[in-house]
């Protein structure tokens, strides 16, 4: 057979690569071929919701355009917007100086440079289950695996700290903190988030505190983990996708901590960022003008979210067969529900796409087992639509329980 017959073959690495919450949608545009309508509950995109980005990050972009900051800036970003976050940090607790922010395209890339600049192949990471999954796609890709650790749905999704521990080897680099977490919706209380740091210092683990989320408690803006402890080796993160309502402009920061031990880790860091030359310029002008302007949307979007999560909380409690705990935080609930023998989360998402056109993601697809029937909705819909999505909800647990 000539050489131009056959397929170009793939990386073994994209083998071990999946990403549930986008994988899943293929499903959902088979069931949109049949005619029916999706409603897709599985993207956390605000802007998708009716939830707009304000209009002062618009104008500082369009600015930075028209001001002609179209071409390449500084590999770890611009200099205003980079001491605007850590000013920011700052009024959070948390010292940090502006060279060890670096503004990326996200938390995405935040987590991936972490990562690929911390951990060698074969090492392991602490990643919570469930997870926010780009992180074990990310380990999948760097040829490291993760070490999931127990968040308790029975204990208000908490973490498990004597599982942690337990997990702790010689091979263990980093310990991975969602906090508020996607999917549950938990927030840590302050001695947990203490443990964790004690147990990550213990064992000379650095700390990836992901904080896309900290600024959408219900109750206000949750502090910031490295507050608790500037001396401690914690990489913090955040973005203008979540708080600040401008997921596709793909702009985050982190802060690489103050501690003296982070140094290489910092010096990596910036190295393979050079390597991506720099992150979308314009959008840097909006990373300064979200942490030093007007943040009054923000109480506004807590409210609507805190709504939001009530009924939904509600609603699937009142169904027979699903328990689900009350978010504290961001737009993401994961309820349980109690399989029939023999099936599988993965059965459940995909019979309430082809019966009722409704988008979750299994809970598979964040780390938890198949059999344990966890399935995670974004709940950024109206009130009155996701109240007759829920419906269905109801509707089709009864069918799929009785099947
Ligand atoms: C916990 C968590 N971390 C990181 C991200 C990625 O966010 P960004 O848009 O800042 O890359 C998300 C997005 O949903 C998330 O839920």
């Not at 994988?23 to 005619?35: C, L, Q, S, Y």
């Amino acid at each position: 057979m000539p050489a131009t017959a056959t397929a170009i073959r793939t990386a073994k690495r994209v083998d071990r690569f999946t990403y549930a919450i986008r994988n899943i949608v293929a499903e959902a545009k088979k069931v949109e071929a049949t005619g029916k309508t999706v409603r897709y509950l599985n993207i956390g995109d605000p802007n998708q919701f009716g939830f707009l980005t304000p209009p002062h990050l618009i104008e500082a972009v369009v600015k930075a355009m028209r001001d002609g900051h179209n071409g390449y800036v500084p590999s770890p970003g611009i200099a205003p917007a980079r001491e605007a976050a850590a000013a920011d940090f700052a009024s959070r607790g948390v010292n940090v100086s502006a060279d060890r922010v670096l503004i990326t395209s996200g938390t995405s890339e935040g987590i991936e440079l972490a990562l690929t600049g911390i951990v060698d192949e074969g090492e392991e990471v602490l990643v919570p289950s469930p997870t926010y999954p780009l992180y074990t796609a990310v380990l999948a890709k760097i040829g490291a695996q993760p070490a999931y650790y127990k968040t308790d749905h029975t204990n208000n999704w908490q973490p498990d700290l004597d599982h942690i521990k337990s997990l702790i080897n010689a091979k263990t680099r980093a310990l991975v903190v969602i906090d508020p977490n996607n999917p549950t919706g938990a927030i840590y209380p302050e001695a947990t988030r203490r443990a964790l740091i004690a147990v990550a210092e213990q064992h000379g683990l650095v700390i990836l505190a992901d904080e896309v989320y900290g600024d959408l408690g219900y109750e206000g803006t949750v502090p910031a983990m490295a507050a608790l402890n500037n001396d401690a080796a914690i990489i913090s993160y955040s973005s203008l996708s979540k708080a600040y309502l401008a997921p596709g402009w793909r702009a985050g920061w982190m802060a690489v901590g103050s501690s003296p031990r982070l140094d290489p880790a910092l010096a990596a860091i910036k190295k393979l960022a050079d390597g991506r030359l720099c992150s979308p310029g314009p959008m840097q002008y909006a990373v300064t003008a979200a942490l030093t302007g007007d943040r009054s949307h923000q109480g506004h979007f807590r409210k609507e979210l805190k709504a939001r999560a009530e009924l939904t909380t509600q609603r699937m409690n009142a169904i027979d067969g699903i328990s689900c705990v009350a978010p504290r935080s961001a737009f993401y609930a994961m309820p349980k529900i109690e399989l029939p023998p023999g099936k599988t989360d993965v059965d459940f998402v995909l019979g309430l796409l082809r019966a009722k056109g409704v988008l979750t993601v299994y809970g598979s697809g964040f780390g938890t087992a198949l059999e344990d029937g966890f399935f995670r909705i974004v709940f950024l819909a109206s009130l009155d639509e996701l109240s007759a999505i829920y419906d269905d909800v109801a509707n089709f647990t009864a069918e799929f329980r009785a099947s």
